[in-house]
């Protein structure tokens, strides 16, 4: 991987420089170490947008990858605030339009301003589980995509990603600056637009969120292969 030294550097050239050189950067070692395969674009025809994208998360690499996936529509990636902070995963966010949420807390002013962007036109990509899976598989979600998809009104999404785990593994100890590239086979797989289900009149909150969870998440799992299903099997 790139020096940190060399990645602090760029983080302090004026915007548009760090932008391009982070690009060129990524572009680099996605050439390199990953080869891609795509599967579903057919389902990316004739999509109503703004829409939200929907996928299982398994690396620091995933957003770099889902980004030339979804080149044409360039959605805005819902990340956690700490990767602004950190000077690796920095480098992506210098090339892919983002917007942070605070993770596991009432981040009522980052919602805000993700339903906000969803009003104005904006599609978006979130990584419902809300962090990166460190046992390989889907773990349970988080409650924030199903308050997002009902304020919108967006469809949504699904997509499987798997590959990216040995592509940029997770540092055991969550030292995200110590994490290398290594050549792997990444796939994804983009499933079909479906809108949130509807709460049924004897569903009260609670029920309804949970059915709406375990709903979308079934739809990600679809893509995957089954030893990536984890709790979603």
Do not use: W
């Amino acid at each position: 991987m790139i020096s940190t030294i060399a990645i602090k550097i760029i983080n302090i050239l004026p915007d548009k420089f760090a932008a391009y050189i982070s690009k060129k950067v990524v572009d680099i070692y996605l050439k390199k170490y990953a080869n891609i395969s795509i599967e579903g674009r057919e389902n990316l025809k004739g999509i109503i947008t703004p829409t939200i994208f929907i996928c299982n998360h398994l690396s620091n690499s995933d957003g770099l990858v889902l980004d030339k996936a979804l080149e044409d529509i360039a959605p805005t990636f819902v990340a956690g605030a700490k990767l602004s902070n950190n000077a690796v995963t920095s480098i992506g966010i210098n090339i892919i339009k983002t917007t942070n949420i605070k993770p596991n807390t009432a981040d009522k002013d980052g919602l805000k301003e993700i339903i906000k962007l969803v009003k104005q036109g904006e599609s978006l990509l979130i990584f419902p589980e809300g962090t990166r899976s460190r046992v390989g598989s889907l773990i349970e979600a988080k409650k924030g995509i199903i308050f997002i998809a009902k304020m919108t009104g967006a469809p949504i999404v699904p997509i499987g990603l798997y590959g990216t785990e040995k592509l940029l593994p997770v540092n055991k100890e969550g030292d995200m600056s110590s994490e290398t590239f290594s050549y792997a086979d990444v796939y994804i797989n983009i499933g079909k637009q479906f809108q949130l289900p509807k709460r049924a009149i004897e569903q009260d909150k609670k029920d309804y969120e949970n059915f709406s969870i375990r709903y979308i998440m079934k739809k990600i799992a679809e893509l995957l292969p089954e030893n990536y299903r984890g709790v979603y099997k």
